[in-house]
């Protein structure tokens, strides 16, 4: 302590050096993912899960779910955070079980919860459901699907537009996208299986102009290589007729499907995830990478470029059975994705920074293997503001959902 220094002095010096090791301390405190409200989403074990954030309702967490529980026989369920605690919302979202659970809100109405899966109850064919007047109430006929629904993916547009896209057993396993304007219309004159060949994980997403896109592992590629699909609507000349009604045989949509670029892979692409950049609406897609030793890769397109690495390929794993893949509202880019820790694969988090990938938390968000046996595991990412979400099934917890959030 410098020796001019007063006695009062001297105290405000000491006082100001303690202050400013404390600050040191809070902002370099490191943040970690912890389960929202430091329990468990749902009551029992829960596969498929899928994370949803309310935006009208100040990014409130929403989660669907197949309950594999006793009471739950495989049914679909819901559960909201509020009051500090999940609850449910409304009855079961299905009359039997469900597989390949799939959850999107409304953007423009508050507490609009939609939920899509293949239903037991109708041969596994696809069902939609929405949260009206404290029920679940169907959207068009149930088991709407030509055949068995599989890799079944929702989302809605920030006008409301929804959209369903799937794997269709009917067809091959060839990929087909519909849209709800009162019944459900294929996306596209073409109809139903709008690929050649079958497709494989399949990932949808509607960019700022409320066009569909929908990224998959395409079986017409030998190399089982990843595509990119956008479709591309005829504007109508003229006054524009009203929307026809419900015939049968569902038609399609005018307009027509344009591949974005060539294959984003060079070699089989895995657990694909696909977003667009919130404002200028450039497509991104993750997946598992066989040409980089199933690592995981994330590549972006600009409009008439080719496709690029977003940071190094190959940048985490190998072998990560899921991916996901979500901006947050500063622009910034994060990567959810399975990682072994201590010989158990459990999630981890990474964003961009720069022209790199940097941890964001700790290493394996889940207290057990992110897993359910014989069930391939879902991961779910989103982002209110800066803040992270994430859903997972969790051994740790008896095979139960947990939500974490980066905090």
Known sequence: MPPALSGFRAALFCALIISRISEHRVMGATKSWKPLGGVPATLGMAAFPSL???EQDGGRAYLAYSDLSGRGGGKAFVRRFAGGAWRQVGGNASMDGTQDVWLAMHPARKGYPWVAYSDNAADGGLSVVALEGGSWRYKGVPGFSLGFAAQVQLAISATGDVYVAFQDGWLDNRLTVMQFVGTWLYVGPDGPGITQQGVEYISLAVDKNGAPLVAF?????PLLQGRLLIFSRTKPTGRSPPPPPAPPGF??????????GSYFSAKQASYISLTTHPKTGQPYVAFTDEAHGHKVT??????????????PPGFAGPYSGTNSLAF???????????CKVAGTMKPCVRRLAGTSWVQEGQLGVSKGESALQDIHPYLTLRYHATAGFLAYSDRGYQGKAVVSAYS
Do not use: C, E, I
């Open 251 to 260: 038609p399609g949509m005018p307009g027509r499907w344009l591949s974005v």
């Open 52 to 54: 949803a954030l309310d």
């Open 328 to 338: 947050d509202s500063a622009g910034t880019l994060h990567v959810a994705f399975q």
């Open 217 to 221: 592992q395409d079986f017409s590629s």
């Open 298 to 311: 994330v590549r972006t397109r600009a409009p008439k470029q080719p496709w690029k690495d977003v940071g």
